[in-house]
C-alpha cells in the first residue's frame, strides 16, 4: 500500500501538467509566411546553446537540460520550436518558472514554446526528455548495425527535425555555437557535428564544442561501437571496428579531396574533415554535420566507385554549412552548389570523364522529374520554390540538385571558368557564416560577375530562377562513355546478347546508364540472360542493385524477387527505397507484394523513410 501514494500523487501530477499545458495552448503563427520555424528570432538572438543529455537506450529516450544563452532582447518572450518533446522545467536566469505556455499543435511545425523573458534576461534552461516518437531519432538494435553486437543511436535534423530532440529556434537564418556534455552507456563512443572524442573512456561522459556558429539543422549526434582511424592530419573515418578495414580502404581518396576542394574554393574552415559511416538504416546518403559528415554504409562498393557522395558533403562544408540557405525556399542554394562543388571535385580527383558520367546520370533523373511535376506541380519545377504552409521535404527533389547544377554550369560557361571561379570565391568569402537568399544571389550576378548586358542577357537567370522546367540553351552534358552505355543497351535490345568486349572496362556509372536505358517490355529471357550474364543480382554495390531491382519489377522479374526483399529490409537509404516500391506500387500485385515487404522492413526504417514509402503503398 505504502508505494501507491507516491505514484499515485505521480501521475496526478502528471494529469495535472498535461492539463495545464492542454489549458494554456495558445494560438502563435510563424513571422513570415517563407517561415518553418516558429522560433523569433527577430526579437531575440540566441548565441551559444549548451546540451546536457543522457542516452536511455532502454528507454530510447535522450533527458537532460538545454541551456540558451540569449542576445539582444527586443519582446517580451522567447518562443522555441519543440515537436513531441516532454517539456518538465524551465529556468529564467537561473529561476524557475512556471509560466511557459504551449502554442497550439501545428502537423508540419509542432509546437511552439513561449517563455517569459525581459530585455536582461541571459540565460534560459529547459529540462526535457525525447519521446519515443522523435522523428530525428533512430535507436538501432545490435542486429541493426554492422557487428550486430551494440545498439546505436543517429540523429538526423535537417530539415525541420532538430525541434524534435532539442526546443530551439529550428530555422536556419539563425546561428549559434554550441558545447554539449552527453552521457552514454560506457562500452559506446559519443560522437557530434564538433569536436570530437577519437576514443572511448571509461566514464561514458563526452564533452564537445562547436566554436563556430552553426544553423539548427546542423546540430547532429551519435552514439555506437565506433572507432576512429586518421586518413590525413586532420581528417579520419569512424566505423564499426569489423567494417573499419573496407571503410578506411574505400575512403582513402579524402585527404586529396579536401586539398582539391581547398584549391578551388578558399581554406576549409572548420578544422576537421571526419566521417562517420552509419549503419544501413540511414535514410540518406549522407548529411553534412560540421566537422561529422553522417554517411550510408551504402558507399562502400569496394571499388572506391560511389565516393562522389563525400565530395558531396564535403563540399557542403562551404555551400550549406558556411553559406546557408535563408530558408527552405531557396534549398537550391545548398544544393544545387553544392552539386556544382562536388562535381569539380570529382572533375580534380577523377578526372573530367568521371564527372561527366556523373552528370549525365544526374540529368537523366533530372529530365524524368520534371517529366512528372509539369504535369503534377509545375510551379516546383523553379528553382526558387514555394514552400509556405507545406513540408520543406517536399522541396527535396532534383530541381534543387541537378537544374540548380545546370544552371551554375551555364554561368561558368558564359563567363569562362576563371571569373566563375574568382566569383564563387567571392561568393564564399563574403557571406561566410551568413545566410543568403536567391534574390540577394541574383543580385550579385549582375552586381560583380557579369561584365557586359550581352553576358547577362545570356545567362538569363530570372528564366533560370523564377521559371518552370528548363530554359531552351540548357547545358547538355556529353560523355561518350555514357554514349557507349546507351548504345550497347540498344544492341542487347536488339540481339539478345550482351556484348562481352564493350562492357569488360565499365564504371558503376555505365551501368546504372545501361540499366536505366532498358525497357519494361524486356521479357523474363532476356532479364535472366541479362542477370546470368552480369550477376546484377545481389551484386553488392547498392546503387546497381537499386536499378536492377526496379527494373526486374517493371518487367516482373520474379527471380530477383527474394534478393530485392532482402535488400529493402536491409538498406533505410530513401533514394533507394522509393523507386523500388514505386515500382511495385504500379500494378495490383506488386502493390500487395509491396506491402507485405514494407511490413517485415518497417520497424528498421527510419521515420523520414517509413514516412515516404507509406505515402506511396496508401494514398490518400
Ligand atoms: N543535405 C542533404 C540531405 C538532406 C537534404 C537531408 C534535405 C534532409 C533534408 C545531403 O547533402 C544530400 O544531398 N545527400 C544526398 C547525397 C548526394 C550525393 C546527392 C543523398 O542523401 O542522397
Ligand atoms: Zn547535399
Not at 113 to 123: A, N, V, Y
Not at 128 to 150: I, M, V
Not at 279 to 300: C, D, K, Q, S
Not at 306 to 321: D, M
Request: proline share 5%; aromatic share 10%; with cysteine.
Amino acid at each position: 500500500m505504502s508505494f501507491l501514494y507516491p505514484i499515485r500523487l505521480v501521475s496526478i501530477l502528471a494529469l495535472f501538467s498535461v492539463f495545464a499545458c492542454r489549458q494554456a495552448a495558445v494560438p502563435v503563427k510563424v513571422s513570415r509566411a517563407t517561415d518553418h520555424s516558429f522560433g523569433n528570432a527577430h526579437e531575440v538572438r540566441i548565441v551559444h546553446s549548451h546540451l546536457d543529455l543522457e542516452c536511455d537506450f532502454d528507454n530510447k529516450k535522450l533527458k537532460g537540460t538545454v541551456t540558451h544563452r540569449l542576445d539582444s532582447v527586443r519582446g517580451r518572450k522567447l518562443i522555441l520550436d519543440t515537436r513531441n518533446l516532454e517539456i518538465q522545467k524551465v529556468w529564467v536566469d537561473g529561476k524557475e518558472t512556471d509560466e511557459f505556455q504551449f502554442g497550439v499543435f501545428d502537423t508540419i511545425l509542432g509546437t511552439a514554446l513561449l517563455i517569459p523573458i525581459d530585455s536582461l534576461t541571459k540565460e534560459v534552461k529547459i529540462a526535457y526528455s525525447t519521446d519515443t516518437a522523435a522523428e530525428a531519432l533512430q535507436w538501432l538494435q545490435a542486429a541493426q548495425t554492422h557487428d550486430r553486437k551494440k545498439p546505436f543511436l543517429y540523429t538526423q535534423s535537417q530539415a525541420i527535425l532538430a525541434r524534435t530532440w532539442i526546443p530551439l529556434m529550428d530555422r536556419p537564418d539563425t546561428r549559434f555555437t554550441y558545447s554539449a556534455r552527453i552521457r552514454c552507456p560506457k562500452d559506446l563512443l559519443a560522437l557530434m557535428s564538433a569536436s570530437n572524442p577519437q576514443q572511448k573512456n571509461d566514464s561514458g561522459i563526452y564533452h564537445f564544442t562547436m566554436p563556430q556558429p552553426v544553423s539548427s539543422y546542423l546540430m547532429a549526434l551519435a552514439v555506437g561501437d565506433v572507432q576512429f582511424r586518421a586518413l590525413g592530419d586532420s581528417c579520419g573515418v569512424y566505423a564499426e571496428p569489423g567494417f573499419m578495414e573496407e571503410v578506411a580502404w574505400e575512403l582513402a581518396d579524402m585527404p586529396e579531396m579536401i586539398r582539391k576542394a581547398e584549391a578551388l574554393y578558399g581554406a576549409y574552415p572548420w578544422g576537421r574533415y571526419d566521417v562517420l559511416v552509419l549503419p544501413p538504416a540511414f535514410p540518406f546518403g549522407g548529411m553534412e554535420n560540421p566537422r561529422l559528415t553522417f554517411a550510408t554504409p551504402t558507399i562502400i562498393a569496394g571499388d572506391r566507385s560511389l565516393t562522389s557522395l563525400i565530395a558531396h558533403e564535403l563540399a557542403h562544408s562551404w555551400s550549406g554549412n558556411l553559406v546557408t540557405n535563408a530558408d527552405w525556399n531557396d534549398f537550391w542554394l545548398n544544393e544545387g552548389f553544392t552539386v556544382y562543388f562536388e562535381n569539380r571535385i570529382v572533375e580534380a580527383v577523377y578526372g573530367k570523364d568521371i564527372a561527366d558520367m556523373q552528370a549525365e546520370l544526374e540529368v537523366g533523373e533530372l529530365q524524368r522529374t520534371i517529366a512528372r511535376l509539369m504535369k503534377e506541380a509545375p510551379n516546383d519545377t523553379r528553382l526558387k520554390l514555394d514552400l509556405s504552409g507545406r513540408n520543406p521535404d517536399e522541396g527535396l527533389t532534383d530541381i534543387a540538385y541537378v537544374k540548380g547544377f545546370l544552371f551554375l554550369k551555364h554561368l561558368e560557361s558564359v563567363v569562362g571558368r576563371s571569373r566563375w571561379d574568382e566569383f564563387l570565391r567571392s561568393y564564399f568569402r563574403d557571406n561566410a557564416f551568413g545566410t543568403t537568399t536567391t534574390d540577394a544571389f541574383k543580385q550579385r550576378l549582375n552586381d560583380s560577375l557579369f561584365q557586359t548586358a550581352e553576358e547577362a542577357v545570356k545567362a538569363n537567370a530570372k528564366n533560370w530562377i523564377y521559371q518552370p522546367g528548363l530554359p531552351e540553351n540548357w547545358p547538355r552534358p556529353n560523355s561518350t562513355r555514357m554514349l557507349t552505355a546507351v548504345n550497347a543497351s540498344a544492341r542487347y535490345l536488339a540481339t539478345g546478347q550482351p556484348d562481352t568486349a564493350a562492357t569488360r572496362n565499365w564504371v558503376t556509372q555505365q551501368f546504372q546508364q545501361f540499366l536505366r536505358s532498358l525497357p519494361d517490355t524486356l521479357g523474363h529471357n532476356r532479364m535472366a540472360a541479362l542477370d546470368a550474364h552480369f550477376r546484377f543480382t545481389a551484386s553488392g554495390n547498392a546503387e546497381i542493385e537499386a536499378d536492377w531491382y526496379t527494373l526486374s519489377v517493371k518487367n516482373g522479374y520474379k527471380p530477383a524477387y527474394s534478393a530485392m526483399a532482402q535488400f529493402l529490409q536491409r538498406v533505410g537509404r530513401r533514394k533507394f527505397l522509393l523507386p523500388v516500391y514505386n515500382a511495385l506500387a504500379a500494378t495490383p500485385e506488386g502493390l500487395v507484394e509491396g506491402k507485405r515487404i514494407f511490413a517485415l522492413a518497417r520497424p528498421g526504417y527510419h521515420a523520414v523513410s517509413a514516412a515516404s514509402i507509406d505515402r506511396i503503398l496508401n494514398p490518400e
